[in-house]
T-cell receptor
Framework: AQSVTQLGSHVSVSEGALVLLRCNYS??????LFWYVQYPNQGLQLLLK??????LVKGINGFEAEFKKSETSFHLTKPSAHMSDAAEYFC??????????FGKGTRLHILP | GAVVSQHPSRVICKSGTSVKIECRSL??????MFWYRQFPKQSLMLMAT?????????EQGVEKDKFLINHASLTLSTLTVTSAHPEDSSFYIC?????????????FGPGTRLTVL
């Protein structure tokens, strides 16, 4: 069975500071990994995904994530936080059956 | 490209009535669509997998007679909440699968906020 654990339901960073959102996964086969962002009362927007190949994945809005198989992690980072980054972020995992399993989410707060 | 729409975006209904939510893939065909439910400040929980031309596959604990899913065409799936009650109030999100040679990507709709009075 697959599962995703996001460490920290709330993360606060100052504007301009590094953003680090942590995600660990469990999967019996090589996983596909995703980060999604959700703004209030909206659907999900894909930030980035890892399927195969290069383990450092670059996404939209300056975000990137690194797949570390040895640590079963897929942490999301952004060098410099912007006020518009305040949102809910979901890490997710899927396998070949296309079902996506979501983590519980991390709300990112940006402090002025 | 790869846009998924949902209608309505918001619906308020009385307890005991049925509500239908539509999910459409606007610019691609989707053999498979998914329905999720999201409670306030919580994650998305997969309710069912909707396959065009066949019965939906429901996740454990989801009442199939309560949440009727119809995937009648390659661009439309509907979720009907039958005899809705206040505990069915939630944010319902659908996604549609776009098949690619490398892997299949899901595109999400904007969600439907259901409030049952």
């Amino acid at each position: 069975a697959q599962s995703v654990t996001q460490l920290g339901s709330h993360v606060s960073v100052s504007e301009g500071a590094l953003v680090l959102l942590r995600c660990n996964y469990s999967s019996s086969v090589p996983p596909y990994l995703f980060w999604y962002v959700q703004y209030p009362n909206q659907g999900l927007q894909l930030l980035l995904k890892y399927t195969t190949g290069a383990t450092l994945v670059k996404g939209i809005n300056g975000f990137e994530a690194e797949f570390k198989k040895s640590e079963t992690s897929f942490h999301l980072t952004k060098p410099s936080a912007h006020m518009s980054d305040a949102a809910e972020y979901f890490c997710a995992v899927s396998q070949r059956d296309d079902k996506i399993i979501f983590g519980k989410g991390t709300r990112l707060h940006i402090l002025p | 490209g790869a846009v998924v729409s949902q209608h309505p975006s918001r619906v308020i209904c009385k307890s005991g009535t049925s509500v239908k939510i539509e999910c459409r893939s606007l610019d691609f065909q989707a053999t498979t669509m998914f329905w999720y439910r999201q409670f306030p400040k919580q994650s998305l929980m997969l309710m069912a997998t909707s396959n065009e031309g066949s019965k939906a596959t429901y996740e454990q604990g989801v009442e199939k007679d309560k949440f009727l899913i119809n995937h009648a065409s390659l661009t439309l799936s509907t979720l009907t909440v039958t005899s809705a009650h206040p505990e069915d109030s939630s944010f319902y999100i659908c996604s549609a699968n776009l098949y690619r040679p490398s892997y299949n990507e899901q595109f999400f709709g904007p969600g439907t906020r259901l409030t049952v009075l």
